[in-house]
């Protein structure tokens, strides 16, 4: 059963009090989280409110001021961004990122083109395959990805990160203009990762009713900071989290 306390893993990323500022800017203040194996935590929050930044420092673009981020019990707060994703902190980003002039296939291999082994070649060969097929790529493996649709191309950057077999995967706003079969795509294959593979997925989205139902728990930031954290329905239905973002009660919530 999803959302049960005692049916989840034990926590493979743990973030304590990391802030980042820009210039006169806190972007992100004080914010701690824990996400465990297998779980989805979706998160919200008004525009501005510090999500992706805090994306941009659980994935190592940014650096953190202060404050503490553990994968597995190991800081990674200050590495570079290769070696997080290297350790196993996968993301996709808003608009997708991916080589435009490389085929479907050839974008699976990017992350370790310069130094795999001809095993680990042959078995993320086989990876490669079996998760374009996953993702509904298959018939497009050999076109050149810049042929493909924006929401194509956001299938082809989540094959690429699940690939690489990561710990963790961050998305920032997945859903955001694609199309609704692209949207089913990506809400099974997050929903089978986490469930089989024990994948822990971070999901910043707008689209609150969707992501309600991928998600095992809700995290809301508003003003760089955590303003409530717990079951989806629960935070949804939070005074605070009314007043802060979505301005009335969900349709639908009881
Ligand atoms: P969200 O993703 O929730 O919309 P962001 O994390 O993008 O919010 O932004 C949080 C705040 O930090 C905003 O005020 C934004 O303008 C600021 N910010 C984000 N990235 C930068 C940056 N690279 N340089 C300066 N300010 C930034
Ligand atoms: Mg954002």
Known sequence: MRRRAESRGAPVLTVENVS???GGVQAVRDVSLDLHGGEVLGVI???GSGKTTTINLLSGAHRPGKGSIRLLGREIARRPAHAVAGLGVGRTFQNPRV???LTVLQNMY???AHRASATVRKQMAERAIEWIDL???GDLTHRVANELSGGQQKLVEFARVMVQQPIVVLMDEPFAGV????KDVLYAQIRRSAEDLGTAFLVVSHEVPDLVALSDRFLCMAQGEVLVEGEPEDVCAHPSVIEAY???PLKGAA
């Open 179 to 182: 199309h609704p079969l692209v």
């Open 246 to 248: 979505l301005g009335a």
């Open 99 to 101: 080589f435009s002039s």
């Open 135 to 137: 993702v509904g790529l």
């Open 20 to 22: 980042k500022r820009f």
């Open 45 to 47: 929050g008004p525009n």
């Open 110 to 112: 990017v992350p370790v």
